[in-house]
């Protein structure tokens, strides 16, 4: 998620009775719930692929929040005991112990991964024992609802000091009443997507991709563990047109509305989902999802251009990854783009982005030799 939410998060957990730790709670949570994503230094030095690669990794991990709490620790104690010019006749609470910062650190560094988790963009929990990616598909990477909560909470702090153990009590129950809301949303639209597909005749491939089959806490992981040449294929005797998986993911404007995508052997499916009940405003009609099909080519080309070190970076992040080829002057050009992220932010459009952060194009010579592979175009 965005580190406006992050931050107001740390700030809410810190008027929580987490604060009897001692002076440095506050800083402590709020520096822990935004550190995991100094990976994004990554970016800054190794461009768009080193980014992809290193994101949402070791310090989105079991492993990496354990050493970014103590470093947030060993941060907050070094400022607290820095050189004072001047002190004030007040008496200074108490700082809090190195266990008891660790201890509330972790706090901050849990639920930073636990937010991005929810969202579709998912983060490696493994790393760096394993660069599998999971998610569980809840949350857009910005949500204007759960921020207006977490906002409404700040500015009752600011008004309320004295009340602020039960405001942050109220904004936490009012957090988690939400995401069960989502929770709840999402798995009814899978649901309804798996009964669209029934009655259009539309089978899965196999059990694990009957979206109405999903538990409530599915928690979805990529790429696929199936050895290689087997991610993606059809089994003998089953149509081409079977259901190879389906995702419901989340919109900006509704907690209601899901991107629904359907991915087949040659192409994907994209539909805008209301799961509010027919009659409601907005809420969907059985029977009348307009899907947008998007070709997912397979040709030659597509498998040479894989071979190039920025497509193997964009394919081990995508999860669904979509291929179009178009040939000009002699070359080849291959572009991904990862279906999650296709479709257009407020509403479903038909096109190809033209430009996308999360678009890779790679062109190959005339004999199939890799020319060059650039981001978002």
Do not use: K
Not at 64 to 71: E, K, Q
Not at 105 to 124: E, Q, W
Not at 249 to 276: C, G, K
Request: with cysteine.
């Amino acid at each position: 998620m965005d580190n406006i939410t992050h931050t107001l998060v740390g700030l809410t957990l810190s008027r929580t009775p987490l604060e009897r730790a001692g002076r440095g709670t506050t800083a402590a949570l709020i520096i822990a719930s935004n550190l995991p994503d100094i990976d994004v230094v990554m970016a800054l030095h190794g461009g768009r692929a080193a980014y992809l690669a290193d994101h949402r990794a070791f310090t989105h991990s079991v492993f990496g929040i354990v050493v970014l709490a103590i470093v947030t620790a060993a941060l907050v104690r070094s400022w607290e005991h820095r050189p004072r010019r001047h002190t004030s006749p007040e008496p200074r609470e108490p700082l809090a112990s190195w266990t008891a910062l660790i201890g509330v650190s972790l706090v901050g560094t849990i639920g930073h991964v636990l937010l991005d988790l929810a969202t579709p963009y998912g983060t490696r929990l493994l790393s760096p024992l394993s660069g599998v990616w999971y998610s569980v598909d809840w949350m857009p990477i910005i949500d204007v609802y759960f921020l207006a909560i977490l906002i409404g909470g700040t500015a009752a702090f600011l008004l309320r000091r004295e009340r602020r153990r039960g405001i942050a009590a109220a904004v936490i129950l009012l957090s988690l009443g939400y995401y069960g809301l989502r929770a709840a949303s999402h798995q009814a639209a899978l649901h309804e997507l798996g009964a669209e597909l029934a009655a259009r005749g539309i089978h899965p491939c196999t059990a694990d991709a009957d979206p109405s089959q999903a538990a409530l806490l599915a928690l979805y992981r990529w790429p696929s563990s199936a050895p290689s040449g087997e991610n993606g294929s059809v089994a003998a005797g089953e149509s081409s047109d079977c259901l190879l998986e389906a995702a419901a993911i989340p919109t900006f404007l509704s907690p209601f509305v899901w991107r629904m995508v359907e991915r087949y052997a040659d192409a994907y499916e994209l539909t805008d989902l209301d799961v509010r009940p027919f009659g409601f405003p907005g809420g969907s009609s059985p029977g009348t999802l307009q899907d947008i099909r998007f070709p997912d080519s397979h040709a030659p080309a597509v498998a040479r251009a894989a071979q190039a070190p920025d497509a193997r970076v964009f394919l081990h992040f995508a999860r669904f990854p979509m291929a179009h080829v178009e040939e000009a002057g002699g070359r080849t050009a291959v572009s991904w783009t990862d279906a999650r992220f296709l479709g257009g932010i407020t509403r479903l459009v038909p096109a190809h982005p033209q430009t996308s952060p999360f678009r890779l194009t790679v062109t190959l010579d005339p004999r199939g030799d890799i020319l060059s592979a650039s981001f978002g175009q």
